[in-house]
């Protein structure tokens, strides 16, 4: 008996560190789930981190997508288990569930020449799926679905009108949409994050963006310069990997 009681305690001794591996000091566990917008960046190969609008900077010391191939600032919505706080140098160690890649764009000069291939389709799109998060403007269209040619979504600057831009404090802005006239009756959400980086926001109040709405024609949103956290509407939507856009 007492050799039996000893194995127990032997087993008790490998057992409990793993147990509280689980759930740490940082008060997290593995069925923690957390949700966040995010940037990826590659620090070699398939090694990489994420920079998360709320969660800060992320290492991926577990996943369970092995075969994620990252793409440096790329823009996802990542899914994580988070295990550790100030971790290796970054604000939190996680294991990564899933990171669904969300259409990632730059801002394109409106020319003349361009104007045709950029379009002026109607969109789908509400104010409260519209924010800047991360240095991106971060929008939750709705598309309906081509039957073959992707769509075209862009955030433009009119280069004809720069001389009047910002005389209200703003940067204007445009966001436009192609659909080529190929268009189906099957409507799914998608999402698409355009980076802010080349716009010179010093003493500026923000920016305005301007796109033609399909329920409220010709409108114009009003962003501070300041971040602003995931509206309430966007964070449980469901966004499908079937949108056909470019």
């Known amino acids: 008996m007492k050799r039996v009681k000893l194995l127990w305690v032997a087993m008790l001794t490998l057992i409990l560190p793993a147990l509280q591996s689980c759930d740490d000091g940082d008060g997290y566990s593995l069925g923690d789930i957390a949700r966040d917008w995010a940037t990826v960046r590659v620090v070699g190969g398939d090694t990489y981190a994420l920079n998360a609008d709320h969660w800060g900077s992320l290492w991926p010391a577990a996943t369970a997508i092995p075969g994620y191939r990252p793409i440096d600032g790329q823009r996802v919505i990542t899914y994580f288990n988070p295990l550790y706080d100030n971790y290796e ?10 990171n669904y ?52 979504f862009s955030l433009v600057r009119d280069t004809r009108n720069m001389a009047k831009d910002g005389d209200d404090g703003y940067i204007h802005l445009e966001y436009r949409y192609n659909t080529y006239g190929d268009v189906t009756k099957r409507c799914l959400n998608g999402a698409v994050s355009f980076n802010l980086n080349s716009l010179d926001l010093t003493g500026k109040k923000g920016i305005k963006v301007k796109l033609n709405s399909v329920e409220n024609g010709e409108v114009e949103v009003v962003f501070d310069v300041k971040e602003q956290p995931i509206p309430e509407g966007a964070k449980n939507i469901e966004l499908s990997n079937e949108v056909q856009v470019m």
């Open 89 to 98: 140098g970054y604000d939190h160690g996680v294991k990564v569930e899933c």
């Open 101 to 152: 890649d969300v259409l990632t764009k730059q801002i394109e000069d409106l020319t003349a020449d361009n104007e045709a291939e950029i379009g002026n389709d109607p969109v789908l799109v509400y104010k409260d799926m519209m924010w800047i998060g991360g240095g991106y403007l971060n929008i939750i269209f709705r598309q309906c679905l081509p039957a073959k040619e992707k769509h075209r």
